[in-house]
């Protein structure tokens, strides 16, 4: 049975929403009264393959777990330089595989000294992707889902701390430019295929992980156009303070001809080199462009470049979709694809590939160790084409729906069963149809 959990990572920020409710309470007048707005949006969606095996949560059986998400927003203008924001979410939980999460996505205070400075302190969303202001409203987009070739690569999606932005309005359009920094708890999600019982079973794997990012980017807005660039740096340590960033495995040899990777200090062998934290680098840049008649084109390309661990995501992905408005339709083509560039590949061949013989002592708990680690590294060979088409009901809500081809050589977006190899081509097709409505 599904249940509802409160993470942590929203109880920090009920002071504000409930100063917020206060305010609201309060008798306004039009010279010193906050003005206050609210309000909502909510996804339904149903998502079905037809592979047994999981991608992305989607399998055979159908699910409405993957694209659904209900929300509200409540604004407050305290005078022209303050305000305040506060948004929730309910959504499938992060941290469990049944239960929902209500969460703060944003939850900050606002200043604006003149027309174009704006400071915002509090949980604000990281200026990563066109659409990463309104990455859960799904009705202001076409697509059924945003395209996770590029869309896995943010190590955070949003963070508490502050966000500077300085604005210049020319001839053809405004440009921005944003520089923030902050902190987030995060947890990452790994599926194993048969663990290392009693301690790891098979299944999922949830790890918290603390991450302080900080950029700078760059955003032009025009009426027919829209242009993204930004460069991004992200810190992560383990939640608990354990030294478990694994830099490479080191090769342990059992005897003539026969060795093993060892990827744990607590295993037999010369030993490992574990970091305390690891960083990335990731760069970013996209753009929409109207072209007339109807047509419009978008595409996104990032880069995330691991400095610390050869375990780590390094890979490069992005996608293109052309779009074209007839009525109240928005039928859409997307092609997607991202790919590891680091030494992951080569990590992921020997760690799933070698094999302890059955007669050396603790031949399956030393093979096990090995398919965990390969396991928990990030690894993507993945390539994607989506059709689909969105229609207006109102100027409030759509209705979509989306056939999309998969096609990969590995990837870690698939819930791999036990004694399924890694490396191996893959092919799923994926029926999606959802509502998205904003109130």
């Given amino acids: 049975m599904a249940r509802l959990t409160t993470p942590s990572t929203f109880r920090p920020l009920r002071a504000l929403a409930a100063a917020l409710l206060v305010l609201a309470a309060l008798p306004a007048t039009a010279q010193d009264g906050p003005r206050l707005s609210a309000s909502a949006f909510a996804t339904l969606g149903w998502a079905q393959s037809d592979s047994a095996i999981a991608y ?75 659409r990463s202001e309104n990455l859960d409203v799904g009705q202001t987009y076409d697509e059924v889902r945003l395209p996770a070739e590029l869309y896995t690569l943010a190590p955070a999606n949003d963070f508490t701390g502050a966000n500077l932005a300085r604005s ?54 025009a009426p027919r156009a829209t242009a993204r660039v930004g460069i991004h740096h992200a810190r992560t340590e383990q939640a608990d303070g354990s030294r478990q960033f694994l830099v490479r495995p080191t090769w342990a040899p059992l005897g003539p001809g026969v060795g093993y990777w060892q990827t744990g200090s607590q295993l037999p062998g010369p030993g490992v080199e574990n970091l305390d934290h690891i960083s990335n680098l990731l760069l970013m840049a996209g753009g929409e462009l109207h072209l007339g008649g109807g047509w419009r084109v978008a595409s996104e390309l990032g880069r995330v470049l691991q400095r610390d661990t050869e375990m780590g995501l390094d890979a490069a992905g992005g996608y293109l979709s052309l779009y074209r408005s007839i009525g109240r339709f928005t039928p859409y083509a997307s092609v997607a694809a991202i790919r590891t560039l680091g030494a992951g590949r080569r990590w992921s061949r020997e760690l799933d590939g070698t094999i302890v013989p059955g007669v050396v002592p603790g031949a399956e708990l030393l093979n096990a160790s090995m398919r965990v680690s390969a396991d928990t590294l990030p690894i993507y060979d993945q390539r994607s084409l989506a059709l689909g088409s969105s229609y207006a009901l109102d100027t409030n809500s759509k209705l979509k729906l989306e056939w999309q081809h998969v096609r990969a050589r590995r990837s870690s977006m698939f819930d791999l069963p036990a004694g399924e190899p890694i490396d191996r081509r893959r092919g799923l097709n994926v029926w999606s149809a959802s509502v998205d409505v904003v109130f």
């Avoid at 944003?106 to 027309?115: G, M, Q, S, T, V």
């Avoid at 947890?187 to 918290?208: D, I, V």
């Fill in 168 to 221: 210049w309005g020319l001839d053809q359009g405004e440009l921005t430019l944003e520089a923030y920094f902050g902190r987030n708890r995060l947890t990452k999600r790994f599926w194993l295929r048969t663990g290392l019982p009693p301690q790891l079973p098979a299944g999922p794997l949830y790890r918290e992980v603390e991450t302080t990012v900080q950029g700078l980017v760059a955003t032009w807005r």
């Fill in 56 to 130: 992305q949560g989607i399998a055979d059986g159908g699910t409405v777990r993957r694209d659904s998400v209900f929300g509200a927003q409540l604004d407050a203008q305290f005078s022209p330089r303050w305000s305040a924001t506060v948004q929730a979410r309910l959504a499938p939980s992060q941290q469990h595989e049944s239960a929902w999460d209500l969460r703060a996505s944003w939850a900050f205070l606002a200043w604006r000294p003149d027309n174009d400075w704006l400071l915002r302190l509090g949980k604000v969303r990281v200026p990563l992707y066109l």
